[in-house]
């Protein structure tokens, strides 16, 4: 893990969608030697619904599974606001070029087939972990710049409202003075 990662107050937790037993176990097992919290789901309709209450910091998802393919998995996460942000790697044995671009179209970040080098898979993940990292520190920095600027933006405003108030106002009361000089001449 590296030191961004490692400095976060909590594990990366990564969702793994695998309907193949000893698959999903050799991924649980590779990555929580790395220091990673894992859920899972064996198919697509229970990855759907546990994704709906867990808030993984991104998907591994296999497309060949039963009921739900990964595919249809991803588009429906995409279009669902609290998770579409969150990063997709395909897992699996798909390894045509066509499947490639389908999956990286629907919005995946990456795409490993299967069988996979373990070292491969762990640095895939850890990149893409460290890029959306990167990203939410990234937003959460523009975010408190806007704040800075709207304070700021409004302390100058507030002096200078005072002046043209006051400016207005000697205006006003020169204008006045010379209305009761010229009547009284």
Sequence with gaps: MTQAIKSMKRKPLVFIAEDLPKNLQ?????????????AAA?????ALEMLQKVKPDLILLDVMMPEMNGFEVCKRLKEMPEVKDIPIIFLTALSRTEDIIEGLEMGAVDYVTKPF????????VKN????????EA???????????FS?????????LSNLM???EFLRDSIDGSD??????R
């Excluded at 209305?179 to 009284?184: A, H, I, R, S, T």
Aim: hydrophobic content about 35%.
């Design 151 to 159: 304070i700021i933006a409004h302390d100058v405003r507030t002096p």
């Design 128 to 135: 893409h972990l460290e890029l959306k990292f990167s990203r």
């Design 138 to 148: 990234l937003e959460e920095s523009n975010a408190a710049k806007d704040r800075i």
């Design 117 to 124: 080098r373990s070292k491969e898979l762990v640095t895939r």
């Design 26 to 38: 050799v991924v649980f097992n590779l990555l929580s030697k790395e220091g990673y919290d894992i």
């Design 179 to 184: 209305e009761c000089l010229n009547k009284e």
């Design 165 to 167: 108030f006051a400016a």
């Design 42 to 46: 064996g198919d697509g309709r229970k």
